[in-house]
């Protein structure tokens, strides 16, 4: 069955990193598109971005751009998340998703059908 497995999260200063794992199994991890969700207390669930199957493409919301960036690795099956210049406002449990398709096209978390069960984030002032 898929399973889609977050590690990474934690508590950290504002202006400082963070790196998010999501190993994925029970699929062909290089024929999807993997996206990245956070959700904080309150909220709706909100894209984070996207990398296309091969790896060779991402997408990210506005909010996140030039600050986070999203990589794969297919001998591993992991999809990561590098968070760089974090901000009180990135607070929010992370989650990684499998897209309906390949490419990143997938920016709506209706267009993903198998999740994992999040990771938290704390980004404190």
């Known amino acids: 069955q898929v399973q889609l497995v977050e590690s990474g999260g934690g508590l950290v200063q504002a202006g400082g990193s963070l790196r998010l794992s999501c190993a994925a199994s029970?699929?062909?991890?290089?024929?999807?598109?993997m996206g990245w969700f956070r959700q904080a207390p309150g909220k709706e669930r909100e894209f984070v971005g996207v990398?296309?199957?091969?790896?060779?493409?991402?997408s990210y919301a506005d909010s996140v751009k030039g600050r986070f960036f999203i990589s794969r690795d297919h001998a591993k099956s992991t999809v990561y998340l590098q968070m760089n210049s974090l901000k009180p406002e990135d607070t929010a449990v992370y989650y990684c998703?499998?897209?309906?398709?390949?490419?990143?096209?997938?920016?709506?978390?209706?267009?993903?059908?198998?999740w994992g069960q999040g990771t938290q984030v704390t980004v404190s002032s």
């Open positions: 998703a499998r897209a309906l398709g390949s490419d990143t096209h997938y920016l709506n978390k209706y267009q993903y059908d198998y």
């Open positions: 029970g699929f062909t991890f290089s024929s999807y598109a």
């Open positions: 990398i296309s199957w091969s790896g060779g493409s991402t």
